[in-house]
């Protein structure tokens, strides 16, 4: 009951939020090349202000158990940014141990997981250790009374998600994955606030179209510099639909409000990486979910041209309207990211998304000291986790010329 309440409440206020993202409309420039008898499109703001968001009953230290990917940078400082309190940090690679204090300088290096997993004044754990570790890692700290945030993939295999759900059932723990290509992108922020307003109507299809770089310095053209040994391997990384694949099916599942889905097809493939005969640089599939239907586009082939590591873009269907979203470049057009152009029965605008609230970190911060479930909805969590990893286990291994 205080789970369905939680997320009836956190619906009402995206949808409060989105109503006041649709009155900030303000005239400026325009967009240019318009077709003729083509409506010019208008120019708004996405609303800046600050959100109202439920404060901590108590101090919620934290800790950090693994660091093998550079995501828990972002994992920390969203931790931070909601209140939190960074004590401890572990890593299984020194090197990276000793940057991450130089960047947050109030942890304590500690030598062994069990001084993080065992600290009885940490309420929360985070991990971005290589991904076939992270479920372990998480089930430990459930068990030891502490809520865990993984990074994604959070979880690889049917085996580990039935033993992740039945920790959660019976340590009533948050067991949560940093999907932050919705959780820490304003513009998919902005994106959610608007769908549970109707802006669109319902929501009929996503689309996630997200193309990766393997390394983004110039002249390393994807090969095996600058990136660990488990990368490459899929055992470990759980695969390219698994991996990257996580954020983009978590997303299907938010905006179309599906409880239930299926994978219908899902494809990978090694189309230019032979030294490395069992990574997979590209991959998709096809869902279909009680409340609609979706559609994920994965790939390793981002050009440096481009300037950033992916020109991520996602495509919101409605039965009134449709929202593309270019989160990270606007291709030989604005700088920057977090574009989002909607389209109704109205009219066409263009609205810069950069200063909407992340709303995330706050939420986070306040579950974990309140025994709440705002920030993020735990069934469809697992949900997304299981999604993936059924996608990549039925995976057609596809070959081109």
């Known amino acids: 009951m205080a789970q369905h309440t939680a997320n009836k409440n956190r619906r009402r206020f995206l949808k409060d939020a989105g109503s006041l993202g649709l009155m ?88 062994t997981e069990d001084a993080v997993l065992n600290d009885p004044s940490l309420l929360l754990v985070l991990s971005s250790q290589v991904p076939s570790e992270r479920a372990r890692i998480g089930i430990r700290a459930l068990r030891q009374g502490k809520n865990y945030l993984s990074d994604k993939p959070g979880i690889l295999t049917m085996a580990q998600l039935a033993e992740v759900r039945k920790t959660v059932a019976e340590t009533g723990k948050i067991y949560a994955i940093m999907y932050s290509e919705l959780l820490e992108v304003p513009a998919a922020v902005q994106a959610g606030y608007l769908v549970q307003a109707g802006a669109i109507g319902k929501v009929i299809q996503t689309i996630n179209i997200a193309p990766h770089q393997i390394n983004q310095r110039k002249g390393m053209a994807g090969g095996g510099a600058g990136r660990p040994d488990w990368f490459w391997d899929p055992a470990r990384n759980g695969g390219i639909l698994a991996d990257i694949g996580s954020h983009q099916v978590e997303q299907f599942l938010f905006y179309t409000g599906c409880t239930q889905a299926e994978v219908v097809a899902s494809q990978v493939a090694n189309v230019r990486h032979p030294d490395h005969p069992q990574f997979q640089d590209f991959g998709d599939m096809m869902l279909h979910g009680n409340h609609g239907f979706g559609y994920v586009r994965l790939d390793w082939f981002t050009p440096y041209g481009l300037g950033t590591w992916g020109d991520g873009r996602l495509f919101i269907l409605g039965t009134d309207g449709y929202i593309e979203l270019r989160k990270y470049a606007d291709i030989a057009g604005r700088k920057g990211g977090n574009h989002l152009f909607i389209v109704d029965k109205d009219s066409a605008r263009y609205m810069d998304c950069n200063n909407v609230p992340l709303p995330f970190g706050p939420q986070f911060i306040a579950d974990v000291a309140n025994g709440t479930h705002v920030a993020q909805d735990q069934t469809q969590c697992l949900l997304a986790a299981e999604l993936v990893i059924r996608a990549q286990d039925k995976a057609t291994h596809a070959k081109i010329a």
């Open 24 to 111: 900030a409309a303000m005239p400026g420039a325009m967009l240019p090349s318009l077709a003729k008898g083509q409506t010019m499109p208008k120019m708004e703001m996405a609303p800046s202000t600050p959100l109202n968001i439920a404060k901590p009953s108590r101090a919620v230290r934290f800790g950090v158990c693994g660091m093998s990917h550079d995501h828990i940078y972002g994992m920390a400082e969203a931790m931070v940014r909601g209140g939190g309190e960074l004590v401890s940090v572990y890593a299984s690679e020194p090197e990276r141990g000793a940057a991450f204090i130089k960047r947050f300088p109030q942890a304590k290096l500690v030598a």
